[in-house]
């Protein structure tokens, strides 16, 4: 498994902090610290302007609590939010910094793209460091420094890091600075121990969906080794206790899945400085406070959810009453939907359509917002790219990765930009069906379908993004069904090899309820432990089922 994965050596596969690549490696990252350095020496006031999610949250939270420690006497964040101000460092949230009087700002998961709002800062005669991971655009802006694995010249060996990650190596650069200037000693400050901040780079790498790298997984690893101790802050602490997650049995997935929503829902709904404030909070009955509101919040998300993909549903279904197939590149729009909301509905639909999905927003008279995801073999902030260049002027504003980008245009522009995306996509995927297709890890023997296989699995990696947890397939007679939560298949499987029955269990089970009792099915699936009432026994993680019968 670890070999299709691209390990094959014990080396690719150590994950100690020690044999992370040095931060000088990193472009910009020696020069980053020298600002701050310099900063925390004449006491400066420092702002850091985040984005509104989860990778952003928890670089804020990084970023603020990392300077404290440092001795930083003047640090604080500011976070656009997403209905009044859009994406980045824009002039306006520049004119909204100006009251607290920055003398140094610096950009977290964000900045890259914000040309205008750097030069509007460094109008003001700030300092303008940016902390960013997102691809550049043609135009670079003028800022004091720039830290980005992305940015033009950078060498650095991982180009996949999280925002979080990024600022986690200005932190360790800042460290060895202060440490040649003999500052701890001359502030009588005991040096941090800057592992202390690797629950919040775990949290943001998992929840911002970038490649698990090697670098990214040691990084998140090490994150998990200290949740898994109890070495955790009070407002994670209090995400993973609503969410019903046990510390010492943490796994990747339960960042990504339980704790990361309720983190996003506050951007998504309301304002990320609900989730940073829940980040940074010292005590642990204040951070039960804060957790509880993002708990609604996500539970508020989940609701509007529901009901856009239920639009969603109608108009896919109305599109292919009038048409065979489906666009190769598919835009969806509805007046009512939450723009907080169009990157998760993207997601869905992609997933069932299997195809490039961009999800829009109206938010104002003028303007609609968009959110892409991608699937393999078609980047799609290069594909934006090359329709903004072919029709100049109708994309206002876009950034964002390989799988998932966001965009702005005009809404008497969506006709011309539908179709010119659909175009566009055409010309990179060809003619090729666009279906799922399944990859797994091959058949599991008799005896390796056990509970002992599930056990080294779970905590053999930080499973994710690019680095996918392993699955199966198997051929099972399907014994019984029922349906649990109203859209769940829960099932029992008898191995025929050995007569044995495992319980599985597929969430969403829209497409395999109607198979019969008695069927022999072939199954992919992944190895889990069920907990239930101090019991544990294995169970299967059902991704597919096919009838052979």
Not at 182 to 208: I, S, Y
Not at 409 to 420: M, S, Y
Not at 510 to 536: A, K, P
């Amino acid at each position: 498994m670890l070999a299709a994965r691209g390990v094959v050596s014990a080396d690719q596969w150590d994950v100690s902090l020690a044999t992370l690549p040095s931060p000088q490696l990193l472009k910009g990252c020696s020069q980053a610290a020298d600002v701050l350095a310099d900063a925390l020496a004449s006491q400066s006031n420092i702002l850091f302007v985040g984005d509104f999610d989860a990778d952003g949250a928890t670089s804020t939270a990084l970023g603020v609590q990392a300077l404290r420690a440092f001795g930083a006497d003047s640090v604080d964040y500011l976070v656009p939010n997403r209905f009044e101000f859009g994406y980045g460092l824009t002039p306006a949230i520049v004119a909204v910094a100006e009251d607290r009087a920055p003398e140094l700002l610096i950009t977290v998961d964000n900045g890259i793209s914000s040309v205008e709002g750097v030069q509007a800062a460094k109008a003001l005669g700030w300092q303008v460091i940016i902390t960013d991971h997102h691809l550049p655009g043609d135009e670079i802006p003028n800022a004091d420094v720039i830290v980005n694995p992305n940015q033009p010249g950078c060498e650095f060996p991982s180009k996949a890091m999280a925002g979080v990650g990024v600022l986690f190596y200005v932190m360790m650069a800042l460290r060895v600075e202060l440490r040649r200037r003999k500052w701890f000693q001359q502030q009588q400050l005991a040096e941090p121990n800057l592992a202390c901040f690797l629950d919040l780079v775990a949290l943001g790498t998992v929840a911002d969906v970038v490649p698990l790298d090697r670098i990214n997984r040691i990084l998140v690893e090490q994150g998990l080794r200290r949740l898994r101790a109890g070495k955790c802050r009070p407002g994670i602490a209090a995400l993973l206790e609503l969410a019903g997650r046990q510390p010492s049995r943490l796994v990747s997935a339960d960042l990504g899945f339980a704790v990361g929503p309720r983190l996003n829902a506050a951007g998504r709904l309301d304002d990320m400085s609900l989730g940073i404030e829940c980040l940074l909070a010292s005590q642990a009955d204040a951070a039960r406070v804060l957790a509880s509101r993002l708990d609604e919040l996500n539970q508020e998300r989940k609701a509007i959810e529901q009901e856009m993909q239920g639009d969603a549903h109608l108009f896919l279904q109305q599109l292919q009453d009038q048409t065979t197939d489906l666009p190769c590149g598919l835009c969806l729009y509805d007046a009512s939907w939450h723009q907080g909301v169009i990157g998760i509905l993207a997601s869905r639909v992609k997933e069932r359509v299997h195809r490039p999905v961009i999800a829009f927003a109206q938010v104002s008279d003028e303007e609609m917002k968009g959110s892409a995801r991608s699937v393999a073999g078609l980047h799609v902030r290069d594909c934006l790219d090359a329709v903004a260049k072919k029709y100049p002027g109708l994309l206002t504003k876009f950034g964002g990765h390989a799988m998932a980008a966001g965009l702005s245009i005009h809404i008497e522009q969506f006709a011309l930009f539908r179709d010119a995306f659909n175009q566009q996509v055409q010309q990179i995927l060809g003619d090729a069906p666009m279906r799922p297709e399944i990859c797994t890890d091959g058949k599991l023997a008799a005896l390796e379908l056990s509970m002992q296989s599930a056990e080294d699995i779970r905590y053999a990696a930080p499973w994710g993004q690019g680095f996918p947890e392993p699955c199966f397939d198997g051929v099972f007679r399907l014994v019984n069904k029922r349906i649990v939560g109203g859209r769940h298949l829960k099932v029992t499987l008898c191995d025929q090899r050995t007569n044995r029955y495992h319980d599985g269990i597929q969430f969403n089970a829209e497409t395999s309820q109607d198979i019969q009792s008695g069927t022999e099915i072939m199954v992919v699936y992944r190895l889990d432990i069920n907990e239930y009432r101090g019991q544990r026994q294995l169970q299967l993680l059902i991704d597919y089922i096919e009838p052979l019968t």
